[in-house]
């Protein structure tokens, strides 16, 4: 019994590809291949961007520093993120893309509706 404790207390819990820790947004790329030419959008509107994000690399960006397309900065004190994606390209070319899932809160949650 003992055994079974101890080893569910060493076990490592995945590392989602987008996390969100209060104003910082944390990419992890934990895959082996390199992501190139890598655009960030928070709420379709505002936008960051890198030239890559490597394999088993990681990227922070503060929400702040995210743009909108007549340089309108995302505000974290004011504003709510309801979504967020990641495209890139990867070595071969071909288009990649994530986008986090977020857990349905306030009274859409007690209902059950989706976001």
Not at 13 to 39: F, G, K
Not at 62 to 87: E, K
């Amino acid at each position: 019994m003992l055994a079974a404790v101890t080893t569910a207390g060493c076990r490592k819990l995945p590392v989602e590809p987008l996390s969100l820790e209060r104003n910082m947004l944390t990419v992890t790329n934990q895959s082996s291949r390199d992501w190139r030419s890598v655009e960030i959008w928070l709420n379709t509107y505002y936008r960051v961007t890198t030239s890559s994000v490597p394999a088993g690399g990681r990227l922070q960006a503060p929400l702040d520093t995210f743009v909108a397309g007549f340089g309108q900065r995302f505000d974290f004190h004011r504003m709510q993120v309801t979504d967020l994606r990641l495209t890139a390209k990867l070595p071969d070319g071909t288009p990649f893309e994530l986008k986090k899932a977020f857990e349905v809160g306030g009274l859409a949650g007690v209902l059950g509706r989706k976001p």
